[in-house]
């Protein structure tokens, strides 16, 4: 299974080597052989020796220029960055991000061969329209992105249960990624309020190839138990 973290923006750079560090120390004691993925704030990446994947929360469709508040591929050279998240909901709602934006950079790292996880979810007023309404919705999102990219892994966020505590019905998780996985046999992932007390629980279900954790994997004990729990459902 795939476990990330998306660190938004917390940590400095020594706080999240030392977050790093005792991930990775934890899960070389455990011998866990899940994939670990985590993407820290812009400011904090730097050149770590760990079994962890460390990612971009975001970079620009370029590889330098002039781009004031951007970073390139240039800046994810140095520090040997192969992995980027792109889509998150929070890009996308309160940063404006447009779909031809996102395939713009989806594309630009693609051909780069970089492992890409790309977000898709919908906001309340969206699911509240209905089913039909909602998965036309999350549709969209797929517009102009390469679903068999082999480097792809999708990660299925419900827009407004990020941050909220609310989560959707385990059965809700489920139809919505058996749906989803019709339309890319790439690795989804759950996010939206993950945290220790439900992560198992999500897990277990069909077509949960992982999750995305936002403000729950701040707390590396809580992150590393999900972690474990991951371990413990393949060996069953």
Known sequence: MIIAANLKTNFT????????????????????????????????????DTSIIVGAQNAYATKDGAFTGEIGLVHLDEFAIKTILIGHSERRHILGETQEELVKKFNYYKDLGFKIVYCVGEPLKKREAGKHEMMEYIASQYDGIDTEYENLIIAYEPVWAIGTGLT??????????????????????????????????????SNVDGILVGSAALYTDHFCSMIEFAQELQRK
């Open 13 to 48: 750079r020594e706080e999240t080597n030392l977050y790093i560090e005792e991930i990775e120390g934890f899960v070389s004691s455990k011998n866990l052989t899940q994939e670990v993925l985590v993407f820290p704030a812009m400011s904090s990446l730097d050149t770590n």
């Open 168 to 205: 959707p019905t385990l059965e809700d998780i489920q139809e919505i990624h058996k749906a989803l996985k019709e339309k890319s046999k790439a690795p989804l992932l759950y996010g939206g309020s993950v945290k220790v007390t439900n992560a198992k629980e999500v897990l277990s279900l």
